[in-house]
T-cell receptor
Framework: KQEVTQIPAALSVPEGENLVLNCSFTDSAIYNLQWFRQDPGKGLTSLLLIQSSQREQTSGRLNASLDKSSGRSTLYIAASQPGDSATYLCAAYLQGAQKLVFGQGTRLTINP | EAGVAQSPRYKIIEKRQSVAFWCNPISGHATLYWYQQILGQGPKLLIQFQNNGVVDDSQLPKDRFSAERLKGVDSTLKIQPAKLEDSAVYLC???????????????FGPGTRLTVL
């Protein structure tokens, strides 16, 4: 079964800390991996897209890495702010599944 | 560039009633997706269209769910009759073809929150 897993399910940290969110996938044969942000009651906002040929992507305080051989991706958030509080979802376009497969998300809370 | 539009944003119905959702993708995007997101879970793909043709509907409960994209632009998703377990957020997404790659970034609409009582 093609799966994407995110651990932990929830994370609470004080403002200003650097933090890492983890994502693992069962199939090393992927086309791309996408990180999304979801605010309560809202749709998904695309944060970063990493193609299979890439190792990482950066946007502002966000950096996402991809290691296909170990089946892992990380999202690094620098100098966290209360406005970063949201659920973060990773999704891998797995060759076996031929579709975007989502993890269950990590609910992040940044405490002022 | 306008994003993916969806309506309605919220819908409450009784079980066994029918409901329809509408989606207008980003202009020029050939691929349209409908996802179901149950509370606390990641979205699950229901159906994928490429222009007006179905690419993948393997996880669409076809006995009660139907979807169409007649002119290759906007799309409707219908549930008839609804069950309690259909309570979820229904998300529409679209992606375009750039540089020949089929595996492009997906952009999501705000979703429709369905409550079945």
């Amino acid at each position: 079964k093609q799966e994407v897993t995110q651990i932990p399910a929830a994370l609470s940290v004080p403002e200003g800390e650097n933090l890492v969110l983890n994502c693992s996938f069962t199939d090393s044969a992927i086309y791309n991996l996408q990180w999304f942000r979801q605010d309560p009651g809202k749709g998904l906002t695309s944060l970063l897209l990493i193609q299979s040929s890439q190792r990482e992507q950066t946007s502002g305080r966000l950096n996402a890495s991809l290691d296909k051989s170990s089946g892992r991706s990380t999202l690094y958030i620098a100098a966290s702010q209360p406005g970063d509080s949201a659920t973060y979802l990773c999704a891998a376009y797995l060759q076996g599944a031929q579709k975007l497969v989502f993890g269950q998300g990590t609910r992040l809370t940044i405490n002022p | 560039e306008a994003g993916v539009a969806q309506s309605p944003r919220y819908k409450i119905i009784e079980k066994r009633q029918s409901v329809a959702f509408w989606c207008n993708p980003i202009s020029g995007h050939a691929t349209l997706y409908w996802y179901q997101q149950i509370l606390g879970q990641g979205p699950k793909l229901l159906i994928q269209f490429q222009n007006n043709g179905v690419v993948d509907d393997s996880q669409l409960p076809k006995d009660r769910f139907s979807a169409e994209r007649l002119k290759g632009v906007d799309s409707t998703l219908k549930i008839q009759p609804a069950k309690l377990e259909d309570s979820a957020v229904y998300l529409c997404a679209s992606s375009g073809l750039r540089g020949g790659s089929s595996y492009n970034e997906q952009f999501f609409g705000p979703g429709t929150r369905l409550t079945v009582l």
